[in-house]
């Protein structure tokens, strides 16, 4: 069977469009059809369902790519490293969430890249959730770090960590609300989040009436849907934030030096904000008894840890995680 048929057929597999595939090949997209169709005729089966908006593999195409892919994964590895050169160091390609990585995954994984023997070279890069898992799927990455747990077989997950979410603002605006000598048993303005009148808000309320204080506290966040903020209203208080974004900044590094300087309430892993909270930058405003968390989920490539290189990264962050919690 023809290996560039194969390298083909997997990078469609994991994209899951002839379009992306050829993009990622540099080839064309009749190209890449016509090389799926060959290798289709040379198997009897067909390996793909078109679809409307991309391919969807049949079983003989996932069985097919869960045996072929690994195989056709070192081989790469092989030709990337080179045969020659026994000195060089393999690289490993790590992509995650900036804050995260850049806080927690690679001061670790650093410790493993000088020449002992066992070492290997680090590239990195940033991206959201989505991004880092269809890069992961493409080839671009060796491992990834994920809060979305993959779909399918292709991808496996291993859980790395949870993270615990702080509502937090600068000391001025919990003087303001009233909380600041009641936040460790829950602010009574932010109790009032909670209510309608005396009622539970229900899901249908778009904003939260009845807390006048907060209404009016701006927000920094990472994007303008809100999406720390309203994770934690919706799992702390069972309604949606009122104000809206103020402040929008696309790191949660810069989040935290916003709300540090009193732009607004924040919402932060505590991992991020702890060392401000024991200065002082920065306070939390509540104190639920069953804070909101977030899951992260170290991923790979079906097959890839028999490489050593991903298997020792991938084994060192699973132990450092054991810190973080």
Not at 142 to 164: F, N, Q, V, Y
Not at 191 to 197: P, R
Request: hydrophobic share 45%.
């Amino acid at each position: 069977m023809d290996l560039a048929l194969l390298r083909t057929f997997v990078t469609v597999h994991r994209a899951g469009s002839f379009t992306r595939a050829a993009a990622l090949l540099g080839l064309s997209q009749p190209a890449v059809t016509s090389q799926i169709r060959t290798l289709e005729r040379q198997l009897g089966r067909p390996l793909f369902l078109r679809q409307a908006r991309g391919v969807t593999p049949t079983t003989i195409g996932d069985e097919l790519a869960h045996k072929a892919a690994p195989h056709l994964d070192a081989l790469v590895e092989i030709a990337e490293t080179g045969l020659d050169d026994e000195s060089s160091l393999r690289t490993l390609h790590l992509a995650g969430p900036p804050e995260f990585t850049a806080e927690r995954a690679l001061p670790a994984l650093t410790e493993l890249t000088g020449e002992d023997g066992q070492g290997f070279a680090l590239r990195a890069s940033f991206g959201n959730a989505e991004e880092v898992l269809e890069g992961l799927a493409a080839g671009h990455h060796d491992l990834a770090i994920s809060t979305a747990r993959p779909r399918g077989a292709l991808l496996t997950a291993t859980a790395l960590c949870d993270e615990e979410h702080v509502l937090v603002a600068a000391p001025r605006w919990a003087e303001m609300l009233g909380s600041g000598k009641q936040r460790h048993k829950g602010a009574r303005a932010l109790e009032a989040f909670t209510t309608v009148k005396g009622t539970r808000c229900p899901e249908n309320v778009p904003l939260i009436k009845g807390a006048p204080e907060l209404e009016n506290v701006p927000v920094v966040e990472v994007h303008e849907s809100l999406p720390f903020v309203s994770r934690y209203w919706a799992s702390v208080f069972d309604c949606r934030p009122a104000a809206p974004g103020t402040v929008i900044v696309p790191d949660l590094r810069a989040v935290l030096a916003c709300a540090a300087a009193g732009a607004g309430l924040a919402v932060l892993p505590r991992y991020l904000c702890a060392p401000a909270l024991e200065r002082g930058d920065v306070v939390a405003l509540h104190d639920p008894a069953v804070p909101p968390l977030r899951t992260y989920f170290l991923v790979v490539r079906t097959g890839t840890l028999a490489m050593p290189h991903i298997a020792r990264a991938h084994e060192w962050l699973l132990r450092a995680a054991d810190a973080w919690c």
